[in-house]
C-alpha cells in the first residue's frame, strides 16, 4: 500500500503499512471465521491512546466480507443517551437500510411502545433497553461487521444495550468490533466497570495492542520515509515515542530528529506549516468536537474562510493527516489527541465565539449537545433551558448519571432573576437523580437546600414532599433514628391543617416513611400505629403496597405468625403483578430479610431467590444486592459456609448494593470466618461491621456484629469481653423492646458467664433475655432460651433436667435448620449424656455432631469431647485438696468433720468450700455432693 493510501474504511493512514499485531490479527481472523458460520460475539481492542487500536480495527474489518457498519463515539456524546445507537441508525440509513435505522432513531427519540403514562422512571429505561437490543440484534441476523470506535466515550444507554446485544450476536452471522481506550482519568468509573463487566462474564473478548519495540519502530520509519534513518536518530525516536504508533507518526512529521517530544507539542509544532485558512477550519473543527459536514463547517466558519478556500483547507489538512474523509463523505480529526492538542491552544474567546456559531448551527444536535455549546460560548439562558430539557429526557429513560450532569450543568447557567421556587424545583430534581445514581452524599445535600429553597417560597406541601426522600438519603449516611423522624415530624407540622388533597397525600408519605423508620429500628408498636395512620391517607396503590410491606415486617418481627408472612408476600407478589417495581421490590426486601433473620430458612430461600429474580429482571441491582447477601446469611446460618462466603464475597466486591448491604455481606463474611476457626479475621470483619452499625444506629445493623464479636470473644478465651458484648447486645434490644435480634445472645451469655465461674450472672443473664425473647414469642426463638437453660442445668448437675432441655432445643434449631447452635447443642447432649453414664448415647450424639462439623472450627470442641469419652472421667477442676473435702462433702460430712479427719481448721474447710463451689459454678453443697458422687461414678 503506497504512503497515504486509503484503508479498508476509506481513511488516510499515514504509516502505508501495518506493523506488528500479528497475532492479534489472526485470533481475530478466526473470530471473523466463527461469526461467518453462525457464532458471532464482541471484540473489545484496549488500550492506551495512540497504542494503535484504530488502524488494528481496520485491518480487522479489511478481509471481512458481508455488510459493514461503522459507529463513533465521542467525548460530549455521554450526556445524550443513546446518541451511539442513533449513529448506528446514521450508518444503517447511509447504507439505505431506511426501516431499521428509522425503528432504531424512533426508540431512542420517542421511547419504547408502550410507554405507558403512569409507568415509573426506570420503566421507560428497562422497556427501550430491551427494544434496541432487540431491533440490533435483528440487524445483525445479517451477516455484518459493526464496528465501533471509542466505545469508552459512549453513553449508558448504548452501553447498556451493547451488553444485551453481545449475548444476542451470539447466535447472529456477526461480529462487533470496538476500540476502548484505558489509563484515562477522562473516562468514566461507569465505562470502565461496563468494559470490566462484559470482560469477566465472558460477554466479549479484549485484545490488547502493545508498545511496538525497536524493530517495530524501524519498521514504520522505513515505511514512512522511504529512506534509511540513523542509528542514533532511530534510538532517539525510539526512546521519546516509547514505542506509541501514534507518537512515531506525529514525531515524524513534526521534523527531523523526533522533536518535539510530545504528541501535543508536535501538533502544535505541525500547525505553524498550515495556511490561515486551514488553522481556521482545524479550529473550528475542534470546537465542534465530532465528525463534521461542510454545511456545519461553513456555519461554524463564517465569513472567515470562503468556500473555495474552505474546500481546498481541507483537502490540506487531509493530505498533512490533522483531518481524515470519512466513509459517509463527512470530516473528522485522525485522532481524538490532534483534537485535544488543537482546542487546548485557542483562546477562551475564539472559543467562545466558534461555541456560540455550532448552537447557531444546531439542527441535528441534540438538546445536551446544544447546552454544552451553549454553556461554552457564554449563552447561559439558552445553556440552561437546553439542559433542563435534557436534563428530563435523561430522567425518563432512567438515565441518573447524564440527568445529574445535565442539571449540574443547569445549576451552573442559572438565568438572573429566577423565581426561588424554581430554584428548588432544579435542587429537588438533581438531588432525586443523585440519590438515584447512588451519591448519597449529594443528594442528601441539594434535597435539604431545596426542603429549605421551597420554605423561603412559601411552598410548604411541596418542601415537605421532599422530605421523604432526604430522610432515605440520610439513613444510608448512617443518620440515626431520632434524626430521622425529627425531620418528618417537621414536616408534618409545615402542613398541620392543609386538609387539600395534595397535603393529604404528602403527610401520608410522611407518616409512610415514619413508619418505615420506626420498623427498621424494631420499635414495633410504633410502627404499626403510625403505619395504619398513613394507609387511611394514601390512594397511590404504589404507596398502599408499601405500607403492606411495612406493616407485614412489623408484624412477623411482633410474632403474629402466618397472616403476617401472607400480607408480606401478597405485597411482594401483588405488586410485581401489577407492575409497581419500585414497591413490589422493596416488599421482597422485607419478605426475604425477615425470613433471614427470623429463622425461617425454608421459605426465606424460596423467596430470596424470587426476589432477586425479580429484581434483576426489573434491573434493580441494589435491591437484588441486598437480597443476595441475606440469601448468604442463609446459607451459611443452614450450614453451606462455602456457599454462603463465596455469596457474600461476591455481593460485598461488586460495590453496587449500598451500605446495607455491606453491613449484611459484612456479618456473614464474619460469621465463617468464626466458624471457620479464623478469629483474627472474624474479629477484623465483625469490627467494620459494628462501626457501621454504630454510625447507623440501628438495631438490625449493629446487633449481629455484636453477637458474632461476643462469639468471638468467647472462643478466643476472653468470656468477659464476650459478657459484656452480650450484655450492649441485650441493652439495644431492650432499648426498642426486640425480641428477634436478642436470643442469640441467650447461648452465648451463658457460655460467656458460666466460664468465668459465674453460675448466678449465667442465671440473672438467662432471666434478662427470657423476659425479652417471650414479650413477643416469636417462632424459632425459644430454642435459644432451652438451649441455654440447658446448659446452666448441666453445669449445676441437674442432669436429667438438662438432658430433656438440650434434647428440645437441638430438636428446635435442626427443625429451622440453625447449623451453629444446633451443632453445639449435639456436642452438649453428647456431654449430658456422658454424664449420666450412658456412653452409647453419647458416641451416637458425637458421631452425629462430628459429621456435621468436620472442617470447622467446632471441630476442636468434638475432639477433647472425643477424647474425654475414651477416657471415660470428668476432667479434673479441683485441686487435690479441694477434691478430697468434695469426696467427704458427698459422705454428707460437716465442715468440722471434714475439718477433724483432715487435720485442718473449720475455716480452712470453709474457704475450700467457697473455691469449689466458684470453679464448679455451684450456689449449695449438694450441687458439690452431686458432682463428686458423679465422678466417682465415672471413674468406677
Known sequence: MDAGAASSLGLQRVCPVFVGREDLLALASRRKAEAAAGHGGVLLISGEAGIGKSRLLDEVVASAGGRRLRADAYADDRETPGMLILDIATALEDAGEHAA?????????????????????????????????????????????????????????????????????????????????????????????????????????????????????????????????????????????????????????????????????????????????????????????????????????????????????????????????????????????????????????????????????????????LSLHSERAGRAREAYALARRAAARASALSAHREAVDLYRRAQRTLPLGLGVQERADLLRRLGAELAAADENTEAERELS?????????????????????????????????????????????????????????????????????????????????????????????????????????????????????????????????????????????????????????????????????YAERIERWNDAHYLAAHLAHVRWATGDLAGAEAMASRTLADGRGGITTEVTALHVLGYCALSAGDLPRAREVLTQARAIGERMQELQRLSPALWGLAEVALRSGDPRASVRLCERGAQESRRVEDSAYVFPFAVTGVRAHLSVGDSDGARAWLDEVTALVERRRIPGTECALRHAAGLLALRERRLTEARDLLADASAGWDAAGRWWEGSQALLDRAECARRTRSPLEAAQLLAAARERVAGTALQAPADELTARLAEGVAPTLLSAREDEVARRIATGATNRQIAEALHITPRTVATHVEHILTKLGASRRAEIAAWAADRETAVE
Open 101 to 369: 435505522a428509522a425503528h432504531l432513531r424512533g426508540l431512542v427519540l420517542d421511547g419504547p411502545v408502550p410507554w405507558p403514562p403512569e409507568a415509573e422512571a426506570d420503566r421507560p429505561r428497562r422497556l427501550v433497553v430491551a427494544q434496541l437490543a432487540s431491533a440490533l440484534a435483528a440487524v445483525l441476523a445479517t451477516p455484518t461487521v459493526l464496528t465501533l470506535e471509542d466505545l469508552h466515550w459512549a453513553d449508558a444507554l448504548s452501553l447498556d444495550v451493547l451488553r444485551r446485544v453481545a449475548v444476542a450476536v451470539r447466535e447472529r452471522p456477526s461480529l462487533v468490533v470496538a476500540t476502548f481506550r484505558t489509563e484515562d482519568s477522562r473516562i468514566s468509573a461507569a465505562a470502565t466497570a461496563w468494559r470490566l463487566d462484559v470482560v469477566a462474564h465472558r460477554l466479549a473478548e479484549e485484545v490488547r495492542p502493545v508498545r511496538l519495540d525497536a524493530d517495530g519502530v524501524s519498521r514504520m520509519v522505513a515505511a514512512i520515509r522511504r529512506s534509511p534513518t540513523s542509528q542514533d536518530a532511530l534510538a532517539r525516536l525510539v526512546a521519546v515515542s516509547d514505542g506509541i504508533p501514534l507518537q512515531v507518526e506525529e514525531l515524524l512529521a513534526a521534523g527531523a530528529g523526533g522533536e518535539p517530544e510530545t504528541v501535543a507539542a508536535a501538533v502544535l509544532s505541525r500547525m505553524r506549516g498550515l495556511s490561515a485558512p486551514a488553522v481556521a477550519v482545524l479550529e473550528a473543527a475542534a470546537v465542534v468536537g465530532r465528525d463534521f459536514d461542510d454545511g456545519i463547517l461553513s456555519v461554524v466558519i463564517g465569513e472567515e474562510v470562503d468556500r473555495d478556500a474552505q474546500e481546498a483547507a481541507l483537502d490540506e489538512l487531509v493530505g498533512r493527516h490533522f483531518l481524515v474523509r470519512t466513509p459517509s463523505g463527512s470530516f473528522d480529526f485522525r485522532h481524538a489527541l490532534i483534537r485535544d492538542a488543537v482546542y487546548s491552544v485557542l483562546p477562551s474567546g475564539r472559543r467562545r465565539v466558534l461555541h456560540s456559531r455550532v448552537v447557531d448551527a444546531g439542527a441535528g444536535l441534540s438538546d445536551a449537545l
Open 449 to 613: 437546600r431545596a426542603v429549605d429553597f421551597y420554605r423561603t417560597a412559601g411552598a410548604d406541601v411541596e418542601a415537605a414532599a421532599v422530605v421523604p426522600s432526604l430522610v432515605a438519603s440520610r439513613h444510608l449516611l448512617g443518620a440515626d433514628y431520632s434524626a430521622r423522624v425529627s425531620a418528618i415530624r417537621a414536616a408534618l407540622g409545615w402542613i398541620d391543617g392543609d386538609d387539600r388533597g395534595q397535603a393529604r397525600e404528602v403527610r401520608g408519605r410522611l407518616l409512610a416513611a415514619h413508619a418505615a423508620a420506626a420498623m427498621l429500628e424494631r420499635r414495633l408498636d410504633d410502627a404499626r400505629n403510625v403505619a395504619e395512620e398513613a394507609r387511611g391517607l394514601l390512594t397511590a396503590e404504589s404507596d398502599r403496597i408499601a405500607i403492606d410491606a411495612t406493616l407485614g415486617s412489623v408484624l412477623v418481627f411482633a410474632g403474629a405468625g402466618e397472616p403476617a408472612w401472607e400480607l408480606l408476600r401478597s405485597a411482594a407478589e401483588g405488586g410485581a403483578e401489577h407492575g409497581e417495581e419500585e414497591a413490589a421490590a422493596r416488599a421482597y426486601r422485607m419478605l426475604g430479610s425477615s425470613a433471614s433473620v427470623l429463622l425461617q430458612y425454608e421459605r426465606g430461600s424460596e423467596w430470596l431467590a424470587a426476589g432477586i429474580a
